[in-house]
């Protein structure tokens, strides 16, 4: 199996960095649904949707392409944990035994911005790789490159792959799901003198000790370690944050309906106000936006922090780094003002595999897809990494550490999330709206969040009006 780190160069690099089997064109469709659910009422949902399962094994999975067929296909992540454990568990070999002379060219990226950046031009010139990873929000902009995935069995075997169909067509499935998490070190706390929180002001209160007790006498130190500088890390608050406090997973939906959406009252502007009010408490650290992600985990990992707020993937990344997991455990991160407020939890799909209508061997990289999530290949994999498994067939034990967020907060309320529709989609086209960039603009000095609502909700109002929405 080829393996190919990508750097972002320049533009033209991007465009013509593409090998093995490419070419072609195409067009698709529209926006998904979905609803917030209990505990329990998500897993029956889970239950019920497998009632079309179809046959898991790797020889049913192999697909009708001649399995004589020789070619290369590509496949693009920006997961590099996930990059290492396609090698560490021979990808390409264990696809060989069903495709003898088909060859896997790995496209690795470094972090989802230069990733979605390379495609984007790629898409432009026709070149996108054969198979690519998405996340939920990205498919819908990428939606006129992507083959229709209804009908295959990896989707009908899928808890949660129908929830982000686009006009009733679903076009990638997810390989996990996950809800957010806050690894914090257990020694720390107890030093310290605090304990998990169950609301947001206990939060804000355990962060500011943490900073009080181990800052003063390191000026490195973080009680939260966010990585700012790359600004998605921010998202944990930024994105979900909304979706918590009101929960409505499709929050961003809701707001393109109103003229108004940052004005008082609102969830958004609510959230947002607690998050400006606990970043400036300087408890992330005294240099947030100095500092990126892969810092953060190697600050993290040192215990120059005492919490970061991430999905799974944290722990993957973490374990792949080396690091030792001795003291380390999670809480959910409690967005709620009282103990008897439900405690929303935001769940979601994550890494949607997709098959471009770019692809020359358009049989092949769907018989790849239907291989990824068999018996072949899927057990192990999700086996490996942190995450929950999406599959009916393969139900998996979470990591220990991440076991202990539920054993503490067992009654939450799960809130799917969804990341916009096309209307949003738009509106953020028009307006420029980032929740992640705003997170990072709250971390700059003499930052007026007032004046930045203010500021948005024009934006917003004319936008709507443009869109006729």
């Not at 021979?90 to 069903?98: A, I, P, V």
């Not at 989802?112 to 998405?134: G, Q, T, V």
């Not at 947002?272 to 606990?278: A, G, V």
């Amino acid at each position: 199996m080829k393996k190919r780190p990508y750097v972002l160069a320049s533009s033209l690099a991007l465009a013509l960095a593409v090998t093995g089997c490419g070419g072609g064109g195409g067009a698709s469709s529209n926006s998904g649904g979905g609803e917030t659910t209990k505990a329990a009422q998500e897993n029956q949902a889970s239950d019920d949707s497998g009632q079309d399962q179809a046959d898991n094994s790797g020889q049913e999975a192999a697909g009708s392409a001649d399995r004589d067929i020789s070619c290369t296909i590509t496949l693009a992540t920006w997961d590099v944990a996930a990059a290492k454990t396609f090698d560490e568990l021979d990808l390409e070999g264990r696809f060989q035994e069903l495709y003898p002379n088909v060859t896997i060219d790995i496209e690795e990226f470094n972090a989802e911005p230069e990733y979605f950046n390379s495609m984007k031009i790629r898409s432009s010139a026709s070149e996108l790789p054969d198979l690519m990873f998405h996340k939920s929000d990205s498919m819908n902009q990428y939606k006129e490159y992507l083959v229709d995935l209804t009908d295959t069995a990896a989707n009908k075997d899928n808890q949660i792959a129908s929830e982000y169909a686009i006009d009733g067509k679903v076009y990638g499935i997810p390989d996990r799901k996950a809800n957010d998490y806050v690894y914090y070190w257990t020694d720390l706390f107890e030093e310290a003198g605090v304990s998990v929180p169950e609301t947001w002001d206990e939060f804000v209160q355990v962060s500011e000790t943490l900073q009080q007790h181990f800052g003063a006498s390191d000026p490195e130190f973080a009680a939260i370690c966010m990585g700012a500088k790359d600004a998605w890390p921010t998202y944990p608050l930024m994105e979900y944050g909304p979706a918590s406090e009101s929960g409505d997973g499709y929050y961003w939906d809701f707001m393109t309906t109103e003229d108004a959406p940052f004005a008082e009252g609102t969830a958004i502007r609510t959230v947002y106000t607690k998050i400006f009010n606990l970043f400036q408490k300087g408890v992330l650290g005294a240099d947030p936006l100095g500092v990126t992600y892969d810092q953060s985990r190697a600050l993290f990992a040192k215990k120059k922090g005492a919490m970061v707020l991430n999905s799974p993937m944290f722990l993957t990344a973490y374990l792949a780094d080396g690091y030792d997991p001795a003291g380390l455990e999670t809480f959910y991160l409690p967005f709620r003002d009282s103990k008897d407020d439900p405690f929303n939890l935001v769940t979601q799909g994550d890494c949607f595999l997709t098959v471009t209508q770019h692809s020359e061997n358009p049989e092949v990289a769907r018989a790849f897809l239907e291989f990824y999530y068999s018996d072949a290949w899927y057990p192990d994999y999700i086996a490996s990494i942190s995450s929950d498994s999406t599959m009916n067939s393969f139900p998996k034990e979470l990591d220990p550490v991440l076991q202990t967020a539920s054993k503490l907060q067992p009654d939450v309320t799960f809130v799917t999330y969804g990341a916009g529709e096309s209307d949003f989609i738009h509106m953020v086209s028009e307006t420029k709206f980032d929740c992640k960039e705003l997170g990072v603009e709250m971390l700059t000095e003499g930052f007026d969040l007032d004046a930045r609502f203010d500021e948005l909700d024009a934006v917003w109002t004319e936008a709507r009006s443009k869109l006729g929405l």
